[in-house]
């Protein structure tokens, strides 16, 4: 099976092409602000990928009974919410 291959916009270059402007905002402002929108970017990007990797299939009662996780009353993966 082929893997799907995403081909994702660099953030620099979607900060650039960003048509949101302030009233009298200096190219200084500008700057700034399109360097921390490209942050902003990446870091959501990290978080999805960390997200994806942090997949724990759920386990049935009698796997968690050896883990000391049995007594929970609920999913392990339901713990990870933040």
Known sequence: MDAKIETLTPAAELARDNPVRFPNESAAYRAARRALLAEEMELRRHLERVAAQCSIP????????GSGLAHW???????RRV
């Open 73 to 79: 009353p609920m999913p392990y993966r339901s713990l």
């Open 58 to 65: 759920r386990s049935s009662g009698a796997d968690r009974a």
